[in-house]
């Protein structure tokens, strides 16, 4: 075990994710290890891209652009499938996972193409358009992380893509003012229409309480994505399905708290606190215990299917 690997990628989840971290801490070690190598070399490519440090801006002139960064990651991604020595931590945390758990390599490069649609300023009309996004950028990693936790039937891959969708929805509703300073928007620009908002404009604080009204739909769409979620949870191991239970409630408390806050969503960053996150730890322990005895139901037609 390279411990020093660990290290930095128990500290790169403490300071990208807080919402995660806590529910991270209830996989059982090996998992563990292995969820925080993916998350270390997925942030770290969220990061060269956006020029940030954990998320946040770094404050510092990006040396290279956005389209070499890019190919860059790309280039060492096909690396590390190749077997070549890793000196980057990020890379070598993607090389340790990927074999142990044998990712297919498509997965991480189609994580990639996510940051290539931010690169080339991607417009998105419709809400499909918003969920193939979604896919490439946090339905792929639900894939990912379903392999780390064994999962092989690709029915049950299907609910883990289905809570990376309904994460990244919420993220979008959270960060919408966010996104719309750094010069990207993933809501449907239909949408946006329907209320009499226009892309140049629609973040202005004046247009809010139409803006509320497409977040609000937003999290509607979000909803039956995180229902579906939940079937997939008795296909994983107990301590497994108590963190994806949590990590899962977490993440829709979040989005409840900015259709609550309404035009207000965005004066501060919504989160959960910490005595919220343990309400909900102690309400994933019970998901957990009761998933192998809940009712299967199929998966409703109408969601957003991934690609094969």
């Not at 990628?9 to 925080?36: C, H, I």
């Not at 417009?123 to 092989?152: E, K, N, P, Q």
């Not at 929805?169 to 750094?182: K, S």
């Amino acid at each position: 075990m390279n411990k020093p690997l660990f290290t930095h990628a128990a500290q790169t989840m403490r300071n990208g994710s807080k919402s995660f971290d806590a529910a991270a801490r209830l996989f059982d070690p090996e998992t563990r290890r292995s969820v925080l190598m993916l998350y270390t070399w997925c942030r770290h490519c969220d990061d060269v891209i956006d020029n940030q440090i954990a998320g946040f801006a770094s404050g510092a002139e990006s040396r290279l652009d956005p389209a070499r960064q890019l190919e860059q990651l790309r280039e060492s991604t096909r690396q590390v499938y190749q077997g070549m020595a890793q000196s980057d931590p990020a890379f070598a945390a993607l090389q340790e996972v990927t074999a142990r758990h044998h990712i297919p390599e498509k997965w991480p490069l189609e994580h990639l193409e996510g940051f290539a649609m931010d690169v080339r300023g991607e417009a998105y009309a419709t809400i499909d358009d918003t969920l193939r996004y979604c896919y490439y950028v946090a339905g792929v990693v639900g894939l990912m992380m379903a392999h780390i936790m064994g999962v092989r039937d690709e029915k049950v891959l299907d609910r883990a893509c289905d809570l990376g969708l309904a994460f990244q929805l919420t993220n979008i509703a959270r960060d919408v003012i966010e996104d719309a300073g750094a010069g990207r928007c993933y809501l449907p620009a239909h949408w946006l229409a329907q209320e009499g908002l226009e892309m140049e404009t629609y973040f202005l604080p004046e247009h809010r309480p139409a803006l509320s009204r497409v977040v609000q739909r937003l999290l509607n769409t979000a909803e039956p994505y995180y229902a579906s979620a939940l079937a997939g949870l008795p296909a994983l191991p107990l301590r497994s399905r108590w963190a994806i239970a949590t990590a899962r409630d977490v993440y829709r408390a979040i989005g409840i708290k900015v259709s609550h806050a309404g035009t207000r969503a965005w004066d501060t960053r919504q989160h959960t606190s910490k005595p919220e996150k343990i309400a909900l730890l102690l309400k994933g322990a019970g998901r957990a215990a009761m998933a192998p005895v809940a009712r299967p139901s199929a998966r409703p037609t109408a969601l957003w299917q991934r690609p094969l």
